[in-house]
């Protein structure tokens, strides 16, 4: 199989696109650390996740995600999504605490000046560092 370096990105992919983390330029893993899909509604329940031991309900539309492995410090970050809170698909995550062992998170609606928090059906985290 053929690789493609991206000089610019520093970012080694193989033939087919797509990422190969472990061979970066740089010699530093930029990889996913932990993923999670889960169903913020009613009883949480994780659907698929990786480096995920579970998820802390805290109040509505407030969650913690909790680390199997810990990361090697705060410094990293989280991207994600969510859907169908109270005003609809134009939602956001919001981190609030972050620790090597969990990171806590708000699921807001963007559309009031004054975001509201709400319970999403879907909620998809990743974590890199």
Known sequence: MATVIDGSAGITTNAGGSVNPSTNIDGINYSCRAWVNFNGTGTVAIRASGNVSSITDNNVGDFTVNF??????????????CSDLTYGSATYLEGTTYSTTAVRL?????????PA?????????????
């Open 106 to 114: 708000l699921t807001r609606s963007g559309y009031t000046a004054t």
């Open 117 to 129: 928090t709400g319970d999403p059906t879907i909620a998809c985290i990743s974590v890199f560092r």
């Open 68 to 81: 199997i492995n810990a990361m090697p410090d705060v410094n990293y970050t989280t991207i994600g999504m």
